[in-house]
């Protein structure tokens, strides 16, 4: 007995370390949030009177009108996607099932750019109407993709996944008896997706459609190339413009309103996801089998929005690296080698930290430790503007404080410390992309039984022990692919790049931004497609683990 009391006392983790580093951790992740939020309080209020009288209602009113364009394009095309792969049986439906994922890897300012190029007046698809016709500009009409409804498009195009991957997985959940019920009550297929699959399926369809909205909304490239004036642009035309980092905060601080909103619905949505059935049957061993032109219909549908998405802009971009554009030289292998750096950091950084605070949630679950967690993983529902601008400002004041206390006891002149350094872009890529990591390896270490735990501890381990022994190597699969997912992330970020990148480094993702906006579309191919080709192992990834987890029901 005496031993088996000593045994009991043993295991039981000593880890308030840990729940001291998730706090501090949580703390130094929230401090670009809290910064935009202070500014907001003390700005002197000149520039944001102007802004006011001049360009804030424009931003508010076309970020809205984006949102609405947007949230509508997505649910159009991702709701029913998700039935015809999920419900119903046809040719094709197995493979359109993970490719309708595709247009993930493809970030909208790359569409955005692609798309000008072929659409504009002095592309190829009107060049060709005006060789055919003789007509000249002006006496014909064509879709203006510069302008908020081509934002909409192409926007649209790359988020609607979102919400087809929620919907799908709830449409996969849902039993065979509800469809059932429906068909005893004489319900048609259409009137069992409305009355019945739909309703059910409402939280996750709102999850998905949050979490493009929050994309829509942290967009830079996109409306920034076509000329949109949104909170995104308005902020970095303040910040560099007027030089004025307090009416930045103020915008980012109203954006910041509408992130939360954004945030709220989202909980709200997955609060309510228990009225969804679970532990029956899946109506998915019984799709409804469509013939003929139904069948047709369907097919042609779901590939719509892969051709539009994926397939036409990734060939038009593969034809202008290999035939059009400039061949590469050593500055693109200079580029590439900065993109892979930063992303290759910010994955090891993020994965670690996410490691310590996924743990400390394991072993100390309580609400300082949840909360810590929780905070930690805000960064991702935050535009990479306010973000950026979050990141500066504390970093700033503290190298002017670190130079003049050098300068005072030296006399020695330093440069900057961490501000204008690839400090900062590591930490405002680990905020803006800690929740990506924390969801991985917390799913990751949910499927590590604790009777684990319990064993190192007997053997007497310490619980930094019990993680590097036992829970890492557990963790292979759930670690590899959180970084790869921050790896191809922070590869794709724009608006954080763009503002505290050092002097005289670029990456891909700037370089075919400054390309864009010089006009030489071509010339960008290069850069745009490496990051579209690395941007498809996670969506492969992804794919394969639904393929996984849903088996036969796929």
């Known amino acids: 007995m005496a031993d088996f009391a000593h045994l009991t006392v043993v ?35 000149d520039v944001w009177h102007h802004l006011y009288q001049t360009v804030l209602a424009e931003y508010i009113s076309n970020s809205l009108l984006l949102m609405l364009g947007v949230g509508i394009g997505v649910l159009v095309i991702g709701v029913p996607c998700a039935w015809l792969t999920s419900m119903c049986d046809f040719r094709g439906r197995a493979f359109l099932s993970w490719a309708l994922l595709l247009p993930m890897a493809v970030p909208a300012y790359i569409i955005a750019y692609t798309y000008t190029g072929v659409l504009d007046f002095a592309g190829p698809v009107q060049t060709f109407i005006r060789d055919m016709t003789d007509w000249r500009y002006g006496e014909y009409w064509f879709f203006e993709v510069r302008s908020l409804g081509g934002a909409v498009v192409m926007l649209t195009l ?17 039993s065979e008896n509800t469809l059932e019920v429906s068909r005893t009550l004489g319900y048609s297929g259409r009137a069992a997706f409305f009355k019945l699959a739909l309703p059910l399926a409402r939280p996750a369809i709102v999850t998905g459609l949050s979490l493009a909205l929050m994309e829509t909304l942290a967009d830079y490239g996109t409306v920034q190339y076509f000329s949109v004036n949104t909170f995104t642009t308005g902020i970095l035309r303040t910040f560099y413009g007027f030089g004025d980092v307090a009416a930045a905060s103020q915008l980012a601080g109203v954006l910041l309103m509408f992130v939360t909103a954004l945030i709220l619905l989202e909980r709200y949505s997955r609060h309510r996801i228990r009225y969804h059935a679970s532990g029956l049957k899946k109506a998915s061993n019984r799709r409804m089998k469509l013939k003929g032109g139904r069948a047709f219909l369907a097919s042609v549908f779901c590939w719509l929005p892969i051709c539009v998405g994926f397939l ?139 009777s684990m735990d319990m064993a190192g501890r007997s053997l007497g381990m310490s619980p930094f022990k019990v993680l590097a022994r036992i829970h890492i190597p557990l963790l292979k699969g759930s670690v590899l692919t959180a970084m790869l997912i921050v790896f191809v992330d922070v590869l794709k970020e724009l608006p954080a790049t763009l503002v505290l990148r050092p002097f005289n480094f670029n990456t891909l993702a700037v370089r075919a931004f400054e390309l864009a906006s010089d006009e030489r579309l071509v010339d960008a191919a290069p850069a745009s497609l490496m990051i579209v080709l690395v941007g498809l192992v996670p969506v492969i990834l992804l794919s394969r683990s639904i393929s996984s987890n849903t088996g036969r029901s796929r």
């Open 11 to 45: 295991r039981k983790p000593k880890s308030n370390w840990l729940k001291v580093s998730a706090i501090l951790i949580a703390a130094i992740l929230a401090l670009p949030i809290l910064v935009v939020l202070v500014n907001v309080l003390i700005g002197d209020g």
């Open 158 to 174: 790359v988020l609607y996944p979102y919400v087809y991957l929620m919907s799908r997985a709830a449409f996969l959940e849902q």
């Open 312 to 450: 036409i802009p990734v060939s038009v971009l593969a034809f202008w690296a290999m035939f059009k554009a400039e061949m590469p030289g050593t500055n693109f292998i200079q580029l590439a080698w900065n993109s892979f750096y930063l992303a290759a950091m910010a994955s090891l950084i993020v994965v670690s930290l996410a490691l310590v605070l996924s743990y400390a949630i394991r072993l100390n679950n309580g609400r300082s430790v949840k909360a810590s967690v929780g905070i930690a993983g805000l960064g991702y529902a935050l535009p990479g503007t306010i973000i950026a601008i979050g990141t500066i400002v504390p970093l700033a004041w503290l190298d002017h404080r670190i130079i003049d206390l050098v300068t005072y006891y030296s006399g020695e002149k330093i440069g900057l410390v961490f501000s204008g350094t690839l400090f900062a872009l590591l930490f405002a890529y680990t905020v803006r992309f800690m929740a990506v990591s924390l969801g991985a390896v917390q799913n990751g270490l949910g499927k590590i039984k604790p």
